[in-house]
T-cell receptor, first 114, second 115 residues
Framework: QKEVEQNSGPLSVPEGAIASLNCTYS??????FFWYRQYSGKSPELIMS????GDKEDGRFTAQLNKASQYVSLLIRDSQPSDSATYLC??????????????FGSGTRLQVQP | GAGVSQSPSNKVTEKGKDVELRCDPI?????LYWYRQSLGQGLEFLIY????????KSGLPSDRFSAERTGGSVSTLTIQRTQQEDSAVYLC?????????????FGSGTRLTVV
């Protein structure tokens, strides 16, 4: 089982719709979760972080975390063609592992159709 | 500097040659990370540095790979006797410190092609 799993997609949504991107992780003690956006040929850029169960909103983006289900998601409201990119989920290892580097999922490719 | 700087942006090398990739992190960031990304794949962790502590080398795929960080700032990733499977984009990132709450800022990467 991969430590961080994402559906590779592509996820295709019409402009103006809500895009829902999902991620599951295997380390139950993980505490910090991040979403990165990566445009084709570019490097990842951080768009959201979440540490507590529940929802965290930032503009059109909402991150949702459920530690009991080991599940984190990203909602993009009013999707725009400029949101078309690959979205990477990243998770910190539990403190007792001694690992300090983020583990990344393989990403979900989002296509927003005009 | 304002961002994480990597050089060169592109490198084409012959199989069997050694290559050096450079990363200059954001000023004041004590943690520095190297990842690589093969075409259409996710990010594979290679190594990270935190201040003067011993680096975590657990992600290096073979003993042909090594990295150093001089003076707690600039880092160099060296790949000896390159193989075609080493072809990938090598990404460097930095953060304020390695820890639970800090996201990374990535450089623009070095695209390595081994022919």
């Amino acid at each position: 089982q991969k430590e961080v799993e994402q559906n590779s997609g592509p996820l295709s949504v019409p402009e103006g719709a809500i895009a829902s991107l999902n991620c599951t992780y295997s380390d139950r003690g993980s505490q910090s979760f991040f979403w990165y956006r990566q445009y084709s040929g570019k490097s990842p850029e951080l768009i959201m972080s979440i540490y507590s169960n529940g929802d965290k909103e930032d503009g059109r983006f909402t991150a949702q975390l459920n530690k009991a289900s080991q599940y984190v998601s990203l909602l993009i409201r009013d999707s725009q063609p400029s949101d078309s990119a690959t979205y990477l989920c990243a998770v910190n290892a539990p403190l007792d592992t001694g690992r300090r580097a983020l583990t990344f999922g393989s990403g979900t490719r989002l296509q927003v159709q005009p | 500097g304002a961002g994480v700087s990597q050089s060169p942006s592109n490198k084409v090398t012959e199989k069997g040659k050694d290559v050096e990739l450079r990363c200059d992190p954001i000023s004041g960031h004590t943690a520095l990370y190297w990842y690589r990304q093969s075409l259409g794949q996710g990010l594979e962790f290679l190594i990270y540095f935190q201040g003067n502590s011993a680096p975590d080398k657990s992600g290096l795929p073979s003993d042909r790979f090594s990295a150093e960080r001089t003076g707690g700032s600039v880092s160099t990733l060296t790949i000896q006797r390159t193989q075609q499977e080493d072809s990938a984009v090598y990404l460097c990132a930095s953060s304020l410190q390695a820890g639970q709450g800090n996201g990374y800022t990535f450089g623009s990467g070095t695209r390595l092609t081994v022919v």
